[in-house]
């Protein structure tokens, strides 16, 4: 299974942006980087994906790096609600196109 | 808005008790999957669906089995619950991506079994 590797926890301040990272150095050339969140007791959300070029929607931006191999999601300006569980993931296009594995996520604390 | 429902947001259960976790969408989607989801472990995956009455083994499938038989209802079956089957249970779906899209799953809220 494709593996990513994420700090276990970040910290940020109110109104601040907010950039987490991400490695996926086994990635292949059609495999999507995807983020979603978790919210506490909720289900995870998805908040962005992409492919080799840098995408914004309203929730996010997602910068990948130009060898692939990273990419950082960017919260342009936190805020309280945006403290969760981010989860980045590798959709491996070379095994089953249904399954993504989610990995332990990155915790991110949002300081008033 | 889309959305992905589970029957029960939380349910208790003996040892040994037959249980049905019932996860209904409303948007066609084609792919329905179960996750479970467990302190320090993340999330994985027990099965997914890719159409009506198919169903794929996913991480962890040992102790569950599954029923589609409508499009858009999955249901994850415990035959005999144990104690080490105490979770988070979570559904979600996705729409066929197609031949180099990208697979977005939406997530119900989850459902918290307790197996005593």
């Known amino acids: 299974d494709a593996k990513t590797t994420q700090p276990n926890s970040m910290e940020s301040n109110e109104e601040e942006p907010v950039h987490l990272p991400c490695n996926h150095s086994t990635i292949s050339g059609t495999d999507y980087i995807h983020w979603y969140r978790q919210l506490p007791s909720q289900g995870p959300e998805y908040v962005i994906h992409g492919l080799t070029s840098n995408v914004n929607n309203r929730m996010a931006s997602l910068a990948i790096a130009e060898d692939r191999k990273s990419s950082t999601l960017i919260l342009h300006r936190a805020t309280l609600r945006d403290a969760a569980v981010y989860y980045c993931i590798q959709e491996n296009s070379g095994g089953s196109n249904y399954k993504l594995t989610f990995g332990k996520g990155t915790l991110l604390t949002v300081n008033p | 808005d889309v959305k992905v429902t589970q029957s029960s947001r939380y349910l208790v259960k003996r040892t040994g008790e037959k249980v049905f976790l019932e996860c209904v969408q409303d948007m066609d989607h084609e792919n329905m999957f179960w996750y479970r989801q467990d302190p320090g472990l993340g999330l994985r995956l027990i099965y997914f669906?890719?159409?009506?009455?198919?169903?794929e083994k996913g991480d962890i499938p040992e102790g569950y089995s599954v029923s589609r038989e409508k499009k858009e209802r999955f249901s994850l079956i415990l035959e005999s619950a144990s104690t080490n089957q105490t979770s988070m249970y979570l559904c979600?779906?996705?729409?066929?991506?197609?031949?180099?899209?990208?697979?977005?799953?939406?997530f119900g809220a989850g459902s918290r079994l307790t197996v005593l």
């Open positions: 669906s890719y159409d009506v009455k198919m169903k």
């Open positions: 979600a779906s996705s729409l066929y991506p197609g031949s180099g899209g990208a697979n977005v799953l939406t």
